[in-house]
């Protein structure tokens, strides 16, 4: 076999790999697109759930509630199909109502969005998610003054206003948890090198 064919041969055979690699990650794409669809089923859950529980207070009109008392106080959860929630992320601009997660961690992103940090009684509320369409992708088209509300499992309900957008690096979990903020919202970008970051202060809570 002479030398050109070869090198024919070698071509070919990596072209055909490299459709293969493309292939392989245009399948998982889709299924992980799939499987966090499903947290859309989970946040109506957990509206259901938010409702029953303001429905089942008996705390009286003029008693402070618990978190204000005690900013520290542990996120209330409910678990749903093995996994641990502690509420609801309702995204108005961008018509999405998603479930939130009590941990972060490499699975559970693909599942639904996750607590990175902190909480809405403390005012240090970090959330990530993936950049999937039915997730995080678009929240870098938020502006100034868009609304978004988090509800905890016993339908306590935190709306906030957005006040800036910025891009992070990876490795700057720093600068992700400094500043005065309320909450913070990130996803990563498509090459995964800088994070979308969102940044609110809260409005209002009942």
């Not at 992980?32 to 938010?50: C, N, T």
């Not at 093995?82 to 490499?106: F, K």
């Not at 992708?137 to 499992?153: A, C, P, Q, R």
Request: net charge negative; proline share 3%; with cysteine.
């Amino acid at each position: 076999m002479n030398r050109s064919k070869k090198q024919g041969i070698a071509l070919m055979t990596f072209g055909v790999l490299v459709l293969a690699v493309a292939f392989s990650m245009v399948i998982s794409n889709i299924f992980s697109e799939k499987k966090a669809e499903r947290s859309f089923d989970v946040a109506i859950q957990l509206s259901e759930i938010e409702e029953s529980a303001r429905n089942e207070k008996t705390t009286a009109e003029n008693e402070i509630p618990a978190y204000i008392l005690n900013p520290a106080k542990d996120l209330p959860t409910k678990e749903i199909d093995g996994e641990i929630y502690i509420g609801r992320i309702e995204l108005h601009t961008l018509d999405l109502s998603l479930p939130v997660l009590a941990e972060l961690d490499s699975e559970k992103l693909t599942v639904a969005p996750c607590r990175y940090k902190g909480s809405p009684y403390s005012g240090d509320f970090i959330i990530g998610a993936h950049n999937y369409r039915s997730h995080f992708s678009y929240i870098d088209e938020l502006s100034g003054g868009d609304k978004i509300t988090f509800t905890d499992v016993e339908g306590n309900s935190f709306e906030y206003e957005v006040v800036g957008l910025e891009y992070l690096e990876e490795t700057d979990t720093e600068l992700m948890e400094a500043g005065d903020w309320d909450m913070t919202i990130f996803t990563c970008t498509y090459d995964s090198q800088r994070r979308i970051t969102v940044r609110t202060k809260m409005i209002k809570q009942e």
